[in-house]
């Protein structure tokens, strides 16, 4: 038989072949062979591989086509659920509205996987009842109201038990669990139960549950993509949990330190109340200007946690605020129908710790006292600057226009004390006794408020 004849039996078959083969191309194989006479060539088929000398291809389903389209609607499906996690991700770091992160939550799920409905069902009542806290596609009266019974025989149970994701792609062939009411009144043909399960040591949240009016069969991806959205919503829920307990533990932090605070003011007080009836008890007027001067001392410390409990920040003073009404306090004090004071202050806002703010109040206590027992005769002025020139550092200086430091004073316990409560916030007083006596002091307050 010659070639052609070859070719024309090739075609008599092809008329002769089922009609499912509607199509046939001729496809030369690799492993082509050309025969001396200039010869036949041999072909083979891509499904149904060779018939004698022709290869037979179906071109009416090309396995091709369709492996394509399912790779791009795959692809668009996993595009769309990445979208709905890095959304809900960014919310979910943006606000500390829980109510809100769920919403959103069940509304980026429902886009993603183009379902009619999804909530989100949370444990109330010790466990027993579920609660719809967020939903979508709901009518009115069941997202944020309904609630109902974890029965044993439903999918939300069995899904928090286990800890597993519960797949039920037709209702009107699932024998396993009993489905809610609500659910069934709505339509719903198939859904996805997904556990919300925070840490170990922590109650279980609830369920996501996507929701569909017609039968589906819910693909790997997107179970895959519901156990992620369900473990990034409790981890949300977990970091409000966490917030929650820090305010929680802040707000009773801070009253306690209100209540230590009162106590303290209080206590400071009764002891200011005992000192100065010994005060007037005291038959000599050294036991009396002892007294007098341990008094000022307790008295400064008084007004600085009166300042601190008025103001409800304990990690903070307000020390311009402070050194005003302590220099003022004092000049009422040591008032004296023979001597008149004035005072005179410039003081900038300034925020300190508890720690910086009792030492420069003894400071400036000390100092005041002083002046009032040495430095004048009759009338004079004492002047208070506060201020900051640098970030890390402040300002105080303290000036009286009196006689200046006598040898007595500059060897005295009131030196001593400036000295050593100087050391206390790293300070560097330097004095000068022109025209009176003045106290620059340079100390350290940390970064800039």
């Given amino acids: 038989m010659y070639p052609s004849d070859q070719m024309r039996a090739a075609v008599s078959r092809k008329r002769a072949m089922p009609r499912s083969f509607t199509s046939i191309t001729l496809q030369p194989?690799?492993?082509?062979r050309r025969y001396p006479s200039g010869g036949i060539r041999r072909y083979r088929t891509a499904r149904h591989g060779t018939y004698g000398n022709t290869a037979l291809k179906d071109e009416t389903s090309s396995p091709r086509r369709t492996s394509n389209s399912s790779h791009a609607a795959r692809k668009d499906a996993l595009l769309r659920q990445q979208t709905a996690?890095?959304?809900?991700?960014?919310?979910?770091?943006?606000?500390e509205d829980l109510d809100a992160i769920l919403q959103e939550g069940c509304q980026l799920v429902g886009e993603a996987l183009g379902t009619d409905l999804a909530k989100i069902i949370t444990l109330e009542d010790r466990g027993t009842q579920l609660f719809v806290r967020a939903g979508v596609g709901w009518p009115p009266g069941i997202v944020g109201h309904l609630k109902f019974d974890l029965s044993e025989d439903s999918s939300d149970r069995f899904a928090l038990e286990k800890g597993e994701p519960v797949v039920i792609?037709?209702?009107?062939?699932e024998n396993r669990f009993k489905v809610a009411p609500f659910v069934l009144q709505q339509g719903v043909q198939a859904f996805v139960?997904?556990?919300?399960?925070?840490?170990?040591?922590?109650?279980?949240?609830g369920i996501l549950e996507v929701d569909s009016r017609s039968p589906r069969a819910f693909t790997s991806d997107d179970i895959s993509f519901l156990r992620t959205h369900a473990n990034m919503i409790a981890a949300a829920v977990e970091r409000h949990r966490n917030l929650a307990e820090v305010r929680s533990l802040a707000t009773q932090r801070e009253q306690l330190l209100a209540e230590l605070q009162h106590r303290l003011k209080n206590n400071l007080q009764s002891v200011s109340s005992l000192i100065g009836i010994e005060s007037a008890r005291?038959?000599?007027?050294?036991?009396?200007?002892?007294?007098?001067?341990?008094?000022?001392r307790i008295d400064s410390l008084r007004l600085v946690h009166e300042n601190i409990y008025a103001s409800g920040k304990f990690d903070a003073v307000d020390l311009a605020l402070y050194l005003r009404e302590l220099s003022a306090s004092l000049l009422r004090f040591h008032d004296r129908d023979d001597l008149k004071i004035h005072l005179v202050t410039d003081l900038r806002p300034l925020a300190v710790s508890p720690d910086i703010a009792i030492p420069l109040g003894m400071i400036v206590t000390e100092f005041i006292t002083n002046s009032v027992k040495h430095a004048f005769d009759r009338e004079g002025t004492i002047?208070?600057?506060?201020?900051?020139?640098?970030?890390?550092e402040a300002l105080l200086v303290i000036s009286d226009d009196?006689?200046?430091?006598g040898p007595e004073e500059s060897t005295g316990t009131g030196m001593r004390l400036i000295a050593g409560l100087s050391r206390q916030v790293n300070g560097k007083p330097q004095w000068t006794t022109e025209h009176g006596t003045k106290l620059t002091l340079t100390f350290s307050v940390g970064s800039p408020e």
């Fill in 169 to 173: 792609p037709d209702i009107g062939e």
């Fill in 282 to 296: 005291a038959s000599t007027d050294e036991t009396k200007n002892l007294l007098h001067g341990l008094l000022a």
């Fill in 85 to 95: 996690l890095a959304q809900f991700g960014e919310l979910a770091l943006k606000t």
């Fill in 402 to 405: 009196g006689k200046g430091l």
């Fill in 193 to 205: 139960n997904v556990p919300i399960i925070g840490a170990d040591s922590r109650p279980k949240f």
């Fill in 383 to 392: 002047a208070i600057r506060l201020n900051r020139p640098r970030s890390a």
């Fill in 29 to 32: 194989t690799p492993d082509t």
